[in-house]
């Protein structure tokens, strides 16, 4: 495999279910990323690992909970969701800092909240 | 509140038309880069521009910095079905791991 992979491309799943998503990047970045992509809104940046350590949350609401074991993986853990959180879940890598290396995005996790 | 406008937002032609896409904000970003973005798709990469007034050429593409590194232009020539997507510019904000994602710009070009 190369590049960035993101297991399953879909998911539905009701407001109690307990759910994660799965990336893994195999292009030797440092920086992983999740994104949230919703119809007509900008691409919103959720979180950032750097080297396995957490360096953006953006806000994001305690019901998205991410893990990131090694600069490989990166994980999106989901509970009690609401039907707006459906979207398309990105995750993206890249080297070093932004603007320093360009930025992978797999793609994508195209999630139903019923 | 970093933003990026892009316009327009929807641009539907004809095969063989030149079309331009323009991304601007009031905040400067160390580098900008472009993607195409196609249904149930990631975004891919098509370019990154790093220095102010740099054009990079891809094929039939045409990408272009602003001197003061707060906008860019995607220019199209002879536009083909294939160049169909979602176009999207992000700028990366420097020290940071943070990239500022445009507001998208939807093509459609008919045969």
């Known amino acids: 495999e190369t590049g960035v992979t993101q297991t399953p491309r879909h998911l539905v799943m009701g407001m109690t279910n307990k759910k994660s998503l799965k990336c893994e990047q195999h292009l030797g970045h440092n920086a992983m990323y999740w994104y949230k992509q919703s119809a007509k809104k900008p691409l919103e940046l959720m979180f950032v690992y750097n080297f396995k350590e957490q360096t953006e949350n953006n806000s994001v609401p305690s019901r998205f909970s991410p893990e990131c074991p090694n600069s490989s993986h990166l994980f999106l853990h989901l509970h009690t969701l609401q039907p707006e959180d459906s979207a398309l879940y990105l995750c993206?890598?890249?080297?070093?800092?932004?603007?320093?290396?360009?930025?992978?995005f797999g793609p994508g996790t195209r999630l139903t909240v019923t | 509140t970093q933003l990026l406008e892009q316009s327009p937002q929807f641009l539907s032609i004809q095969e063989g038309e030149n079309l331009t896409v323009y991304c601007n904000s009031s905040s400067v970003f160390s580098s900008l880069q472009w993607y195409r973005q196609e249904p149930g798709e990631g975004p891919v990469l098509l370019v990154t521009v790093v220095t102010g007034g740099e054009v990079k050429k891809l094929k039939r593409l045409t990408f272009q910095f602003g001197d003061a590194r707060k906008d860019s232009s995607l220019h199209i020539t002879a536009a083909q079905p294939g160049d169909t997507g979602l176009y999207l510019c992000?700028?990366?904000?420097?020290?940071?791991?943070?990239?500022?994602f445009g507001t998208g710009t939807r093509l459609k070009v008919l045969a």
């Open positions: 992000a700028g990366a904000i420097r020290g940071t791991y943070k990239y500022i």
């Open positions: 993206a890598s890249s080297q070093g800092l932004a603007g320093g290396g360009e930025q992978y």
